[in-house]
C-alpha cells in the first residue's frame, strides 16, 4: 500500500510502498523528472523491518535525490533501532545502530529538511516493567553525524498494542530548528507538550498547550522563524477484550505558534463524531465508526490548513478549516467521504484526497482561498480502501501527485485480495 509520497526541492520524488506480506521487505518508487513513477525498488535489507502503521514518519528525502529511514533490525524481541541513509532508486546504504538510552519497543520517529538537517525521536523504555517512558532526540546537522542523545522529558506518552496510546511527533523547518510535540503524563491526565530547539539550545522551557485522551495522533509541523502548527486527534478507549473494546467519538484540536515560537490557546475543529460507515453496515456488519484521522499543513506566512474525517447521520464526512494567528477556525465540508491525505506547497496552495465508495476524489485551494464546491474525480470503478493514500506537490513542476489504493474485498471487515497502489498527476 502506499504509505508516504515526499519529493526533494529538485523535483526528485519517491513514493514508500508497504508490503501486505508483514514478511517481505518494504519497496519505495522514485519519479522521473516528468512526474512518473519508475519500476518499484527494494528499500531495506533482508532483516530489516518498519512499523507499517506508522511507515510515514520513519522515511525522509532530502538534498537532490537523498533518502533517510529509521527501522528495526532484527526479530522475535531482539530488534535493534537503526538510521541510513540513501538515494532514491537505491537500497539504503550502512545501518547505524541507535544508542536509545533503555530502549524496550518504543517509538522511533524521524522528519528533515530540504538540505539534510535530521532529526530523530525515541521513546527510551516503553515495555513491560517500563516505570516510565524518557523522550530522547537525536540530531544531526546536514553533511554531519548524530550526536549524543538529548533528553527532553523524564517520562513521556507512546503508543501501544492495539493502536492504544500517542506517539510523540517531530517536525524540522529550513533552518535546521527542531519542532518536537509529545504526551507529558501526569496525575490526573496527560497534557500535550511542545518545545522548540534552535541552533543546539533550547528556546524555553517546554510549554502545555492541551490535553491527550487515551488514543490518537499528534502531527507537528514548522515553518522559518518557527511559525508552528500543531494538530491531535484523540479519543476514550476501552482496550478490553484484545483491543476491541467501544471507543468514544475522537475530539480533533490545533494550536498554532507565532515567529516566537509561543503557543496560543487551544481550537477545537470537532468533537462528537457518532457516524457510522454505511459500506459496512449494510453489509451485516457491526456498525463502525468512521476512520479518525487529522491532516495539517502550514504555509510560509503562518496559515495552517486542515482536513479530518468526521461524520454524520449518513456516515463519514470530510472537512476543513483554517486557522491563521490563532484565530478562530474557518470550518468547510467538502463532501461525503473519507480523507486520505493533505498536502501543500508551502505557499497555501493546497489538496485535499479523498474517497467515496468506488470514487477517487480531490479537493483543490489556491492561496488564500477555500476550496472549491466542487471536487474533482480522479478514478472509479474499483473499490478504494479507505483513508490509504498520499498525495504532494512536486517543487519544480508545482504539479501535485496523489497516490491511492484499489482492489478487491471477500470480506469488507479485512483485506483478503490484493490491492494495487495507483496514482495521477494533475498539472496546473
Known amino acids: 500500500m502506499p504509505a508516504g509520497l515526499s519529493f526533494t526541492a529538485g523535483g526528485r520524488g519517491m513514493l514508500t510502498l508497504a508490503p501486505t506480506d508483514v514478511r517481505a521487505r518494504p519497496l519505495a518508487a522514485g519519479t522521473s523528472m516528468g512526474d512518473r513513477f519508475g519500476v518499484p525498488f527494494t528499500l531495506t535489507r533482508a532483516d530489516d523491518a518498519f512499523r507499517l502503521e506508522n511507515l510515514g514518519r520513519e522515511v525522509a528525502v532530502f538534498g537532490r535525490d537523498g533518502v533517510v529511514a529509521t527501522g528495526l533490525r532484527g526479530g522475535s524481541g531482539a530488534e535493534q533501532p537503526w538510521v541510513a541513509f540513501g538515494r532514491i532508486g537505491h537500497l539504503l546504504g550502512r545501518r547505524q545502530p541507535l544508542a536509545i538510552p533503555g530502549w524496550n519497543g518504543g517509538s522511533v520517529e524521524l522528519a528533515a529538511d ?3 538537517d535530521v532529526a530523530l525521536i525515541a521513546i527510551g523504555c516503553a515495555g513491560v516493567g517500563c516505570r516510565k517512558n524518557p523522550l530522547y532526540l537525536f540530531y544531526r546537522s546536514h553533511g554531519g553525524r ?3 542523545p538529548i533528553r527532553v522529558a523524564r517520562a513521556a506518552y507512546d503508543r501501544g498494542d492495539f493502536a492504544t496510546g500517542v506517539a510523540p511527533a517531530v517536525a524540522v523547518n529550513q533552518a535546521g530548528d527542531v519542532l518536537l510535540a509529545w504526551g507529558c503524563p501526569q496525575t490526573g491526565g496527560t497534557p500535550l507538550c511542545v518545545r522548540i530547539r534552535r541552533a543546539g539550545r ?3 522551557p517546554a510549554q502545555r498547550i492541551g490535553a491527550l485522551l487515551d488514543t490518537g495522533t499528534i502531527t507537528a509541523r514548522l515553518t522559518d522563524g518557527d511559525r508552528a502548527a500543531v494538530a491531535w486527534w484523540t479519543q476514550r478507549a476501552d482496550t478490553g477484550g484484545a483491543g476491541q473494546g467501544p471507543l ?9 505558534a507565532g515567529t516566537g515560537g509561543r503557543f496560543g490557546p487551544v481550537t477545537r475543529l470537532d468533537a462528537g463524531v457518532t457516524g457510522i460507515d454505511p459500506a459496512l453496515s449494510s453489509q451485516g456488519i457491526r456498525p463502525q ?3 479518525p484521522n487529522l491532516f495539517a499543513v502550514i504555509a ?7 482536513a479530518w474525517t468526521g461524520a454524520d447521520a449518513d456516515g463519514p464526512l470530510v472537512r476543513s478549516a483554517t486557522v491563521i494567528g490563532g484565530a478562530p477556525a474557518d470550518a468547510q465540508m467538502l463532501g461525503h467521504g473519507t480523507l486520505a491525505a493533505l498536502a501543500a506547497d508551502g505557499h497555501d496552495r493546497a489538496v485535499a484526497l479523498w474517497a467515496k465508495a468506488d470514487v477517487v476524489l480531490a479537493s483543490t485551494a489556491p492561496p488564500g482561498r477555500p476550496y472549491g464546491a466542487e471536487p474533482e474525480s480522479i478514478a472509479s470503478g474499483q473499490t478504494v480502501a479507505r483513508g490509504v493514500g498520499d498525495a504532494a506537490f512536486d517543487p519544480r513542476t508545482h504539479r501535485v501527485v496523489a497516490t491511492w489504493e484499489t482492489g478487491t474485498r471477500s470480506d469488507p471487515g479485512y483485506v483478503t485480495a490484493p490491492y494495487q497502489a495507483r496514482y495521477a498527476t494533475r498539472v496546473p
Open 300 to 306: 510560509s506566512s503562518g496559515r495552517v490548513r486542515l
Open 248 to 256: 468514544e467519538p475522537p475530539v480533533y484540536e490545533v494550536a498554532t
Open 146 to 148: 548524530f550526536g549524543r
Open 289 to 291: 465508526p468512521s476512520i
Open 202 to 204: 533550547w528556546r524555553g
Open 114 to 116: 530540504a538540505r539534510g
